[in-house]
Structure formats: structure tokens, C-alpha cells
């Protein structure tokens, strides 16, 4: 059962920019989950670096979901026009498998409906199969390997 008081809140970088490390890195941990590989995939300058430019490039693209007092989830994502992406679709796991994934959910493709996207892309690895699952029930569909990064499928939801 979902405790109904989450709220989301735009991430301030001051205050928790080691919590938004710590979630990123852990989204690569889960999505590599065979030994060191998802290292060659992140870079934690670069990311502490990029994470307030985006913020700024898309104003409400990075969110922190509260649950009583503790952030529980983040969301990174980006929009223009009709079009949308999804760079970090992320819940503690100690909260996963409680309802808090469709928050994220139902949050980020409102957000994105309200500035007139017709559809959004995310990106998730063959092996992250929690977060296929959950994709899949969420009606993300996958589109195959991504042209960019072959290592990664393609998931699209119309809005």
C-alpha cells in the first residue's frame, strides 16, 4: 500500500547532489549487474558536471520523490516539442515492489503530456530484468538495441 504522503520536488544540487551520485550509480550497478562492467559506463565527474546543465536545459526534467521526510526516488528527464526521454527512471530499492515505481510512472508522463509530448524513449539494459518487467507493465514497449548504445534496448510509450 502506498503512503500517500510522497511529494516531488525538483532536486536541489546543494543539498543532495550525493544522493543523486549514489542513485545514478546504483541505477548502473543494476543495470550491469556481472562484475565491474557498468564502470566503462559511468563517470562520476562527468555526471555531477552534466546533472545541474540539464536541470537548467529542462526546467522540472530532474525530480526527487519524498516519502515523509527521506527521498526515495529520482527521475531525470528530458523534453522539447513532441518529443521526450527518460535518462534516469530510479527507485531505492528498499522501496521497489510497493507501488512507488507507478509514482514515478504516472509523475513523469504527466509532466511530459502538460508540455505536449506525444511519446517518450528510455533506455534500460537486457539485463536490468526487474526494470523490463516493470516497463512492460507500465506499456513501454521495447524497440530493440538503441543505435547509440547497442549495449542498451530502446523502450517507447506512447502518451
Not at 500500500?1 to 543494476?30: G, K, L, W, Y
Amino acid at each position: 500500500m502506498i503512503n500517500t504522503t510522497t511529494v516531488f520536488q525538483p532536486i536541489d544540487f546543494v543539498r543532495h547532489m550525493e544522493i543523486c551520485v549514489q542513485f545514478r550509480e546504483d541505477s548502473f550497478r543494476a543495470s550491469y549487474p556481472d562484475g565491474d562492467e557498468w564502470r566503462q559506463h559511468w563517470d562520476e565527474d562527468d555526471y555531477r558536471k552534466w546533472i545541474p546543465e540539464h536541470a537548467k536545459q529542462f526546467p522540472g526534467g530532474a525530480q526527487h520523490l519524498w516519502l515523509n521526510g527521506e527521498i526515495i526516488g529520482q527521475l531525470e528527464f528530458a523534453y522539447q516539442d513532441d518529443w521526450a526521454h527518460v535518462n534516469l527512471f530510479y527507485l531505492r530499492p528498499d522501496k521497489r515492489g510497493m507501488g512507488y515505481g507507478t509514482v514515478l510512472q504516472e509523475f513523469v508522463t504527466d509532466f511530459m503530456r502538460t508540455r505536449g509530448c506525444s511519446s517518450a524513449t528510455l533506455r534500460v539494459s537486457p539485463r536490468n530484468e526487474r526494470a523490463m518487467k516493470f516497463y512492460k507493465k507500465h506499456g513501454w514497449q521495447d524497440t530493440g538495441p538503441d543505435r547509440r548504445y547497442p549495449q542498451v534496448h530502446l523502450y517507447r510509450i506512447e502518451l
